[in-house]
């Protein structure tokens, strides 16, 4: 079978096949000019790899997004090289003749034909900032956690906060919940806590406290009101940082707050994720395609298939 050869695009081209461990690099400037070499993912080889393009006069750059490996990659060869990142999907080889060194050679062969379609990066401040609010809101999740967890400690004591209370963490539970691991149990003591805005009728709130609480019960739900105090002051170091961060970008967080139902944190989540240069995206279209608002169509013989809903990654796909 004759190779199938592609009209040339870039002049001097690189094509790295990332893992762990291992990084491939073929440079190509013709077909008949082709180099593979090996490095490992230290950051000296890293360098090394950037040294070797340098001299070869590479100006192009393009790897699979793979995993977070690729990162590490970027951030040394972002500065000297313009970089493509491609979807592994889009670059499949021929299936059973894959190996690294394959990989890396096709990758460079497209990267010369003109025939990759990157991947957006994002400014390194922008993903800089994305890690605080990532964080920001893993924390947050596991501050849910700890709460349903109490809850799921009460009913174990058979003591119904749930079922009378709208929330759990207000004044009143969380008064109850001290009361009960300081070791008040008397319902007299914890009915003190009742007032006439709770509108669970006394007796039943009376109830609802009626369980009982061991020394196990005691240590348990201290232990995860401790969680969440630890990760409250998380969040309050993150938000300092946060804070920090978006200062460069107050106007465009006024005019995001301009939309119906985009508050601050809002707004800094979106600026987090796609930047502040919309020009990166050729029109809105692409732009809420890229957020999953408006997935593409899936349709044959006349019928229109479900389609997936876009789950985010850490790389910005621009179409």
Known sequence: MSEIKFSQVVSVGCGIDVHKDIIVATIQKSNEQIETREFRAYTSSLKSLRDWCKTEQVTHVAMEST?????????????????????????????????DKKDS???????LSGLLKGSFIPPKEI???????????????????EKNRIIKILEDANIKLSSVLSNVDGVVGTNIIN?????????????????????TSKEEFRLALEGTITKHHRFMLQMHKDSIAENEKLIARLDAEIDEQVKQYQVEISLLQTIPGVAKDSAISIISEMGEDMSKFPNEHHLSSWAGMSPGNNESGGKKKMQKRFMGTNTFKAH
């Open 67 to 99: 995993g977070v490996y690729w990162k590490p990659v970027y951030n040394v060869l972002e500065d000297a090289f313009e970089i493509i990142l491609v979807n592994a999907r889009h670059v499949k080889n021929v299936p059973g003749h894959k190996t």
């Open 105 to 111: 050679k096709w990758l460079s062969k497209l990267l």
């Open 127 to 145: 993903r800089e900032l994305r890690d605080l609010v990532r964080y920001r809101k893993k924390i947050i999740a596991q501050i849910a956690r």
């Open 179 to 199: 009361s009960l691991i300081a070791g008040i149990v008397d319902i007299n003591e914890l009915m003190k806590f009742y007032h006439g805005k709770i509108k």
